[in-house]
């Protein structure tokens, strides 16, 4: 037998308890096929010689949004401005070199960091030169536009209403300012969408290389095709002509929307009511390009305050913007989302519910209880994305519904203090928990939400273990894990919660070779210095993928 890769000279954590270290392994046919001295003798195609470096599983982000961290790196990043000057600078020198008809497309805005306000759209107007503006908060739940962009939408149009689970933002004087929160951002959306599906394979491209650097060799891409999340109606297709052209590099599950499904009508004896045409679903598709949960959005942002509480945000008896929702806010009617997501799981689909505030989570938990009651479906495992505010009482009712939460960790070293502030001492050790759902036996996925935050495996590592916020605050110090479970939430966490718990996530026969070679092992780093690691090389599939130093050579 001839290997594709040999891997050696490697200090190999593979994470399966069986076997958990190595310093040789063999690839064939995109799967490893042997340990040490199982392989060492035999001839192989291309040999990596990692001289000594730490290999380790792939990393797994179980929820990011590829398409548009892909678009932005071509867009405007306002991410460093840190006053409300910086911003209209910024705008300013961008439409200088725009045709005067442009759109100016931006992303990275955090009014946190802006000493909480917002741009105003009179400002834009005249930074921008008349041309419309977009800029997308880093939340995704809010953005702020200008002039141009609302008359189009008809917002500027006395009595205009806001639309259902969003709201247009009004100055004291009563016109609109230019922010538009959670749905209400399809204003805008409905003038620049759908992108072309060649402009979405190129973001995915871009992203995709770029995760390469990190680590990373797999992701779920957390909603497509519809409502605000999603870029084109046919954004599969783009993924699909990605993988065609050579230009999705890392492995894919894809979220769709849960605008996208429709009521189908199958035989009597199905339970299939609502779903895709053809009636794909969760699963749909192979180890490379697959159809993961459907994404239903119940709430929020805890940034925006627009996350639904049980109880006030803390500092703020009345919204940010001036309307009186200081527990936040559903993104839809409560028991039509309920509906949504009993339908969903009925028809044979794994639901992925957005739920940041505890009022989400319970709306989640209840709809979940609804649906097994319904319909039971032993194995299958419900997500609670972000999972941000999770009360003691709500804990003991994942485990009872098998619950998969999907918190970021990554969010505390980027915006904690402002997640703290918002929340008051209390709540914020209910948030964006770790150990608590470990205790209770659950799968906990790395993930990052990128590009709401800089989603670099390594350092959301550290802060799984560090639990410090941007200014070394401690956040919830008590949901701290060791780096070992930190390692494992990346690789076999991710993909236990993505479906692929028995074709990845850790270096054994059998499963599939993605892997990730760093230049120090995190196990044996300081905790402070974990997101200071290198990646030295990237495998997937037996595939050197990202290989600067050139490590892997031909036999």
């Not at 749905?183 to 003038?191: F, P």
């Not at 993924?239 to 009521?263: E, F, K, V």
């Amino acid at each position: 037998m001839r290997l594709d890769l040999l891997v050696r000279n490697a200090r190999i954590r593979t994470l399966d308890p069986e076997r958990p270290a190595a310093s040789t392994l063999g690839v064939l046919n995109g799967v490893v096929v042997g340990l040490d001295d199982d392989v060492a003798g035999l001839p192989a195609r291309r040999v990596l010689d990692a001289g000594g470096a730490a290999v380790l599983p792939g990393f797994n982000d179980a929820h990011c949004h590829t398409a548009w961290f892909g678009l932005t790196l071509t867009q405007l990043d306002v991410s460093a401005a840190r006053t409300l000057d910086d911003v209209y600078a910024a705008v300013a020198a961008h439409a200088d070199q725009l045709a005067p008809d442009a759109w100016v497309l931006g992303a990275g805005l955090d009014h946190t960091k802006l000493g909480g306000r917002f741009p105003h759209r009179d400002a834009l107007d005249r930074a921008a030169g008349g041309r419309p503006v977009w800029l997308k908060h880093t939340s995704g739940h809010a953005c702020v536009v200008n002039t141009p962009v609302l008359r189009a939408a008809g917002a500027l149009d006395d009595g205009f209403p806001d639309p259902e689970g969003g709201h247009v933002s009004r100055d004291p004087d009563g016109r609109p300012d230019g922010l538009l929160e959670e749905t209400a951002q399809r204003l805008v959306q409905q003038q620049v969408l759908p992108y072309p599906v060649e402009t979405v394979a190129d973001a995915v491209d871009a992203a995709t290389r770029h995760y390469l650097t990190e680590g990373v060799t797999s992701f779920t891409e957390a909603g497509i095709g519809g409502g605000w999340i999603g870029h084109t109606p046919v954004e599969l297709g783009a993924y699909q002509l990605a993988r065609d052209t050579g230009r999705l590099h890392t492995r894919a599950q894809l979220m769709a929307a849960s605008d996208t499904l429709h009521p189908l009508t199958a035989h009597a004896d199905d339970p299939v009511t609502l779903g895709l045409d053809l009636g794909m679903r969760t699963g749909f598709g192979d180890d490379r390009l697959s159809l993961g949960p459907v994404k239903i959005f119940l709430d929020g942002s805890l940034l925006g305050r627009t996350a639904a509480m049980t109880e006030p945000f803390c500092g703020c008896p009345r919204h940010v913007s001036g309307t009186a929702r200081p527990t936040g806010y559903f993104q839809g009617d409560a028991d039509a989302m309920t509906d949504l997501v009993v339908g969903a799981h009925r028809s044979g689909w794994t639901v992925a519910a957005h739920a940041i505030g505890d009022r989400a989570v319970d709306l989640a938990l209840d709809a979940f209880a609804r649906a097994h009651k319904e319909l039971p479906r032993p194995g299958v495992h419900h997500r609670i994305e972000h999972a941000g505010i999770v009360r003691p009482d709500q804990l003991a009712r994942f485990a009872a519904l098998g619950v998969v939460p999907v918190p970021q960790h990554n969010f505390l070293h980027t915006f904690g203090d402002a997640m703290a502030e918002r929340l008051g001492p209390e709540r914020t050790t209910w948030s964006y928990r770790m150990r608590s759902f470990l205790d209770l036996g659950l799968p906990v996925p790395g993930s990052s939400d990128r590009p709401v935050a800089p989603g670099a495996p390594l350092p959301a590592i550290q802060s799984m273990v560090t639990r410090l916020t941007e200014t070394g605050a401690p956040y919830g110090p008590d949901e701290s894990v060791p780096v070992l479970a930190a390692l494992r939430a990346w690789t076999e966490g991710s993909a236990r919660a993505t479906g692929f718990g028995d074709r990845k996530g850790r270096l054994a026969p059998g499963l599939l070779a993605d892997l990730t070679v760093l230049d120090g092992d995190p196990v044996h780093t300081a905790p402070d210095r974990i997101g200071a690691i290198r990646v030295l090389a990237t495998v997937v599939g037996g595939r050197p993928a990202h290989d600067p130093h050139g490590l892997a050579r031909d036999a």
